[in-house]
């Protein structure tokens, strides 16, 4: 089984979600890099992030616990394979810390922050290691979660949060 890449054509299996923010992108990437920030939007609408943990080099850790308002939790774990900042993040759910295999990945994703005359044009790249993946991904509502949190993650960088 092959990793999939972050320039891999064609993109089968992606799910992704695009927007232009009017914010800069050294701003929008902190938002991401950042375990304070990222805990303040990371998730869809209603959810809180009360755990996050980054060791924000390649073979670092990504690590959040989201908790629902019924209580529920929905952990995530991943491992660091790429970071250009303040330009693009790549991380996989197919490896714990150490790259040992975390049983059955999920994706890979990538999140560019392009600069657009001082705004961000920011992208969510989800690259799932199977169609099945994908489909699984997009009917437990990729857009719509995936699309909150970006709400949140805009309110966050345009008026919540310090240069």
Do not use: N
């Not at 054509?9 to 992704?16: G, V």
């Not at 657009?116 to 991904?137: F, I, N, P």
């Amino acid at each position: 089984m092959s990793i999939p890449h972050a320039g891999a054509q064609p993109a089968a299996f992606e799910l992704s979600i695009s927007r232009l923010i009017d914010a800069p992108r050294t701003r929008v990437f902190r938002a991401w890099t950042e375990p304070q920030w990222l805990a303040q939007w990371w998730g869809p609408h209603g959810m809180t992030t009360p755990e996050c943990e980054m060791d924000l080099w390649v073979g670092g850790q990504f690590r959040t616990l989201m908790r629902a308002p019924d209580g529920s939790e929905y952990p995530t774990s991943g491992v660091f394979l790429e970071i250009h900042a303040p330009q693009r993040l790549v991380f996989t759910d197919a490896y714990a810390p150490g790259w040992i295999p975390s049983g059955k990945p999920f994706m890979t994703a990538e999140v560019t922050f392009d600069d657009v005359d001082g705004k961000t044009l920011y992208t969510a790249r989800a690259m799932h290691w199977s169609e099945a993946d994908r489909q699984a991904h997009e009917g437990m509502g990729f857009h719509e979660g995936w699309g909150q949190s970006l709400d949140r993650l805009e309110a966050l960088v345009t008026s919540g949060m310090p240069d």
